[in-house]
């Protein structure tokens, strides 16, 4: 389904007719490079800016107001400014999505990067062309992507989690790990056997006890409550 062209961005910045901007921040000149060759593949996809530190990255985010920050966090051997960065965009430009790409898997970091806001991540050495791409435009639409072996390690934090009162059920509790690995609506329903309404609705009970209004907040809410 093609994503509609942004009206709140001004005609005057680069790409503005493009369905997925995206800013690319990685202090690598060479992956950033790669990232923008493989992205721009794709025919409405454009990448507006770069940026190798976490100062021009804020820049190129207020100037150019893209789809999705591609970036990783690690812009100055700094994780900690990384993951504020994110908690900054989250709070300060909702509409720009962030996808983590990381050097590795990092439990700690992956659970607080979502925690701040971000909503997908990707480990470079283990990450395809195609998955990629398909990781950014599901970000932008505002699913989870995750990479091979990250939802593994959302789903064991989740059922790691103490009990609560406000438990969710075992069906309920199936889906949001599904959401977790970055699954559709229709994945999951093909995946448990059951329809897409039964999956938007045990979704909906899911988000009602976690008091979460979109997919990626039931993601993080659930590894942080532990109501499972």
């Given at each position: 389904?093609?994503?509609?062209?942004?009206?709140?961005?001004?005609r005057?910045?680069?790409?503005p007719?493009?369905?997925?901007?995206?800013?690319?921040?990685?202090?690598?000149?060479?992956?950033?490079?790669?990232?923008?060759?493989?992205?721009?593949?794709?025919?409405?996809?454009?990448?507006?800016?770069?940026?190798?530190?976490?100062?021009?990255?804020?820049?190129?985010?207020?100037?150019?107001?893209?789809?999705v920050?591609?970036?990783?966090?690690?812009?100055?051997?700094?994780?900690?400014?990384?993951?504020?960065l994110?908690?900054?965009?989250?709070?300060?430009?909702?509409?720009?999505?962030?996808?983590?790409?990381?050097?590795?898997?990092?439990?700690?970091?992956?659970?607080?990067?979502?925690?701040?806001?971000?909503?997908?991540?990707?480990v470079?050495?283990?990450?395809?062309?195609?998955?990629?791409?398909?990781?950014?435009?599901?970000?932008?639409?505002?699913?989870?992507?995750?990479?091979?072996?990250?939802?593994a390690?959302?789903?064991?934090?989740?059922?790691?989690?103490?009990?609560?009162?406000?438990?969710l059920?075992?069906?309920?509790?199936?889906?949001?790990?599904?959401?977790?690995?970055?699954?559709?609506?229709?994945?999951?329903?093909?995946?448990?056997?059951?329809?897409?309404?039964?999956?938007?609705?045990?979704?909906?009970?899911?988000?009602?006890?976690?008091?979460?209004?979109?997919r990626?907040?039931?993601?993080?809410?659930?590894?942080?409550?532990?109501?499972?």
């Amino acid at each position: 389904m093609d994503t509609p062209t942004r009206t709140d961005v001004a005609r005057g910045r680069r790409a503005p007719q493009a369905r997925t901007r995206v800013v690319v921040a990685d202090r690598n000149a060479i992956t950033r490079a790669g990232i923008r060759a493989i992205l721009e593949r794709s025919p409405g996809t454009a990448v507006v800016g770069e940026a190798a530190t976490y100062d021009l990255a804020t820049q190129a985010i207020e100037e150019h107001g893209p789809d999705v920050l591609v970036i990783d966090l690690d812009l100055g051997d700094d994780t900690t400014r990384g993951l504020a960065l994110c908690e900054d965009v989250h709070e300060r430009f909702p509409d720009t999505h962030i996808l983590i790409i990381a050097s590795t898997l990092s439990e700690m970091v992956l659970i607080e990067a979502l925690r701040r806001g971000a909503i997908g991540y990707l480990v470079k050495d283990q990450v395809t062309a195609d998955e990629l791409t398909k990781s950014v435009r599901a970000v932008q639409e505002g699913e989870t992507a995750f990479g091979r072996g990250v939802g593994a390690v959302v789903a064991k934090t989740l059922g790691s989690s103490k009990p609560s009162d406000d438990k969710l059920t075992e069906r309920e509790t199936n889906v949001v790990q599904l959401v977790a690995q970055g699954l559709s609506n229709q994945q999951i329903a093909h995946e448990l056997f059951i329809s897409v309404s039964t999956v938007k609705f045990h979704i909906h009970n899911a988000s009602r006890k976690l008091h979460a209004l979109r997919r990626a907040e039931l993601v993080h809410h659930a590894t942080l409550a532990g109501l499972i």
